[in-house]
Each structure stands twice: as C-alpha cells, then as structure tokens.
C-alpha cells in the first residue's frame, strides 16, 4: 500500500533533479502514474467483488477513492495540458501533481487520525498553490480564504486527535472505536473529541454552514485546478474522511446520526437554491457540488449498509459527472474566455460535443436514469426511507427536481438558446479538453448501465466495515 504514496514522491524527486531535460517530464510522470493508479485500483475493486482479497491490500472504500483519484488527476492534467502552455509552468504543475496524488492516497490509506491529519495538510499545501497558480488578484484571495479556513479546520482536527491520545492512548481508527464501544467515564470525552474532527472535517468538506471558502474557491481557481478541487480534494479530505471517522468512531450513534441529517438536508436545499442564483458558470458548479455533497451526508447519517453504500457510490458517481462539468467549464472559457452564463448563449452549434457531453452529466447529477447519478442517489434516498426518514427522503427527491432546474436552465442558456446577436465565431476545444470530457461521458454512461447488473457482493465490498 505504501506504493501509493511512496511512488510519487519518489517521481515528483527524479523529475526535479538538476539532469538537462528530466524537469520537462514531469507532467507526463503525473499523467502516467494517475493512469496507473486508476487501471490498478479499478483490478482490485474487480478482485474484491469476485472474493480475492489480497492481504495488505486497501479494502472496497479505500479502492473506490484510488480509483477516483486516479481518474480526476487524468482529466485534471489532460485539461491543464490545454490550459497551461508554457512548458516550465506545466513542469511545475507536473511537480505539483505528484505530490498532491501523494497527499491523496495518503489520506485514503491512512490507518490512524494522526497520520490522516499529516497527509491532510500535506495535500492542502498544494492545492492552496494550485487555486492561485495564475498568480490573480481573485485566485490569491480565494486561497488566502482557503488557507484560513483550512487553519480552523486543523484546531478543530488537532483539538479532537489530542483529547482522543490523552483519554484513550490511541489515534488508531480501531483503538478509537474500541474506547467507545467499551463505554465508561471516558466515553463523553472521546464523543467530544469526534465531534471536534467532525467540525474540522465539515469545513474541509465544505459543507453549510461551513462552505464560506469553496465557492470562491472553485470560481477563483485556474479551470483545470477546479477539476481536481470539485473532483477529488473536497471529496477526499472532507468526505470520504468524515466516513472513516464517522463509521470507526460513531458507528450507529443515534445523535450524530442527527448531526448529520441537519447539516446535510440544509446543504442540499439552500445550496441548491444559492446556485438557482448565479451568473458565474464555476461559480454555480460550486454550490451544485455542496448541495450533491449534502446527499452523501445524508446516506452516511442513515446509519445503514444501505446508505453508507449508496454515499460512497454518490462519491465517484459526483466526482465523475461534477468533474466532467468543470471540464466543460474549462472548454468554454479557453475558448470564449469567461464563465459569464448570459455572455455564453449560443455556442451549442460551435461546440456540439461540449454541449452533448454537459446534457450527460446534468441528467447525472439530477439523477436520471439510467445515468450513473440516479443509482447512487435512489440508494441513499431508500436507506433514508427504510430508516423512517419519509420526510426527507421526499425533500431530497425534491432537491434532485431543482437541481435538474438551474442545471437545465445553464445548459439551455449556453448551448441551446438562440441569442439576439450571432456569438463571436468560435470553434470546439482541442483534444487535450475533448478526450477526457469523452472519458468521463462514457464512465457517466457505463456506471448506469452496468451498475444495476452487478452482485450483490459489490455493495457488501463497499460497506464491510459498517456498522
């Protein structure tokens, strides 16, 4: 598993090596080793669903979040290839890119709070520079904001990790769990300390009431740098986290069940409602991706296999089709030079693939089927339902109705709507934006229609530790 971690960092140091020529590969390093990571972590989720479970190996969670990870690096860096022509700033990114990866999978395969803390803010670092890499008055205040933001992030986190060492003895997701399901005098306090990374991790989540840095955040932020923020970063440092914590620690906790609802039903409507309302393409993507992020929430606080399953298939099935959007995003403004929705109209005719490729993703995101997107959120909705919350099992059904609104409304505008004035002629984005926009399309495509033809033994890889 080290590999994973080790194996970047060990490229992001060789292709910094003071060797004529050897920097400039460090673009195609990060390509590559994304690419490798996503062929080797989708074999073992296939392995893991036949029963071959490989001792050492990440389990069904920690698989999905490889594979995740490795197909967001690909669309993120196949998009900044595009985006960013100078050869010493796409060696930088390079750079960068491998150490981010790193800082991802560390986060995923981490055994214990501490060493999840450690690659947190390892990976912060370097997407704090990636949200202001064009060195812009917005992109440099947006990862100001981000890093004051992600600074009370980290005293919540290292609030709880200490008062956890001091009552316990232990960080370790299992000593943890341990301690609370021993009971006792220490088990308020070990409660408190969960509740502290809890806070720390809805702010790295972006979730409401915590979301003030995220939409300045994805808007602000270099294009490409928006895909790999809305794809896999506030996935993986806020959510899939909150789900490790959440399951080791929490387990079937009737109040932080409660928590959990509150924070994400309020994310999914009034998220949802903020996007109805914005100009700025990025901008809106942003609040649609904390209202979908309020869905996984809403799985995780049913408490159920069920639901816990349907949050982490939310979890790709957003980082595809949201990431396929901000790619689109990124196609617009190379080629128009604003993410302006009403300076937008018109360009279905100059850019038909864009356009094709956006219907499939907002039909995801709304939950349509056969599209990926309808599956994971009809899971999570009847975990809800079976739970006994009817209520906002219809709320959330609601909530995919406005989303499939404002997403709708975005693609008539921009892809549909004759304007009153011809648009400026424009022509379709090269390949190095077309190519992953078609690799994210189809993965849209083919998770809705194979996911209902998978084993039973899918879901039951997906949630072998809950409770």
């Known amino acids: 598993m080290n590999g994973y971690i080790l194996l970047p960092?060990?490229?992001?140091?060789?292709?910094?090596?003071?060797?004529?020529?050897?920097?400039?590969?460090?673009?195609?390093?990060?390509?590559?080793?994304?690419?490798?990571?996503?062929?080797?972590?989708?074999?073992?989720?296939?392995?893991?669903?036949?029963?071959?479970?490989?001792?050492?190996?990440?389990?069904?969670?920690?698989?999905?979040?490889l594979l995740t990870a490795g197909l967001v690096f690909v669309a993120g860096l196949l998009t900044a290839r595009a985006c960013v022509s100078e050869s010493n700033r796409q060696s930088l990114l390079g750079s960068l890119a491998l150490l981010g990866l790193a800082g991802i999978n560390g986060i995923v395969l981490a055994t214990d709070l501490f060493t999840m803390y450690v690659y947190l803010e390892a990976a912060a670092v370097v997407f704090f520079v990636f949200i202001a890499f064009d060195r812009d008055s917005g992109g440099l205040e947006a990862s100001f904001k981000y890093l004051l933001l992600s600074g009370v992030a980290t005293v919540f986190l290292l609030t709880g990790i200490g008062i956890l060492l001091l009552a316990t003895g232990s960080t370790s997701f299992d000593g943890v769990s341990a301690a609370v399901s021993a009971g006792g005098r220490d088990r308020n306090i070990v409660l408190l300390a969960a509740a502290c990374i809890v806070c720390g991790l809805l702010v790295k989540a972006g979730l409401m009431p915590f979301h003030g840095w995220l939409p300045d955040a994805y808007s602000a932020a270099p294009s490409w740098a928006s895909v790999l923020l809305a794809g896999i970063v506030t996935k993986t440092a806020g959510i899939y986290t909150l789900v490790r914590v959440s399951?080791?620690?929490?387990?079937?906790?009737?109040?932080?069940?409660?928590?959990?609802?509150?924070?994400?039903?309020?994310?999914?409507?009034a998220a949802a409602v903020a996007a109805l309302g914005q100009r700025n393409l990025k901008r809106m993507l942003a609040y649609s991706s904390i209202s979908q992020v309020g869905y996984i929430v809403l799985g995780l606080a049913a408490g159920t296999p069920l639901g816990i399953a349907g949050a982490i298939v939310h979890i790709f099935n957003h980082a595809v089709f949201k990431s396929l959007l901000f790619v689109n995003a990124a196609a617009l403004e190379h080629q128009a030079g604003t993410c302006d929705i009403p300076s937008l109209a018109g360009r279905g005719r100059q850019m038909p693939v864009t356009g094709a490729t956006s219907v499939l993703a907002v039909l995801s995101a709304a939950g349509i089927p056969p599209l990926g997107g309808f599956w994971s959120k009809l899971l999570i909705v009847m975990a809800l339902w079976s739970a006994g919350w009817h209520a906002l099992a219809v709320v959330a059904v609601g909530a995919s109705v406005l989303t499939l609104g404002y997403l709708l409304v975005f693609n008539r505008q921009v892809f549909f709507a004759v304007p009153k004035e011809p648009p400026p002629a424009m022509a379709e984005t090269?390949?190095?934006?077309?190519?992953?926009?078609?690799?994210?399309?189809?993965?849209?495509?083919?998770?809705?229609?194979?996911?209902?033809?998978?084993?039973?033994?899918?879901?039951?890889?997906?949630?072998?530790?809950?409770?």
């Not at 994304?34 to 036949?50: E, S, T």
């Not at 399951?247 to 309020?266: P, R, S």
């Open 9 to 65: 960092l060990a490229a992001a140091l060789v292709v910094n090596l003071p060797v004529p020529g050897v920097r400039r590969a460090a673009w195609h390093t990060a390509l590559i080793a994304a690419c490798v990571q996503g062929i080797v972590a989708a074999a073992m989720l296939a392995d893991r669903m036949r029963g071959v479970v490989l001792r050492g190996f990440p389990d069904g969670l920690s698989s999905v979040m």
């Open 247 to 269: 399951v080791a620690i929490f387990g079937a906790e009737k109040m932080a069940a409660e928590v959990f609802l509150v924070v994400g039903i309020v994310s999914v409507v």
């Open 430 to 467: 090269g390949a190095d934006i077309l190519v992953p926009a078609l690799i994210l399309a189809a993965v849209v495509v083919g998770v809705g229609l194979v996911f209902p033809l998978l084993p039973e033994s899918f879901l039951l890889t997906l949630t072998e530790h809950a409770p």
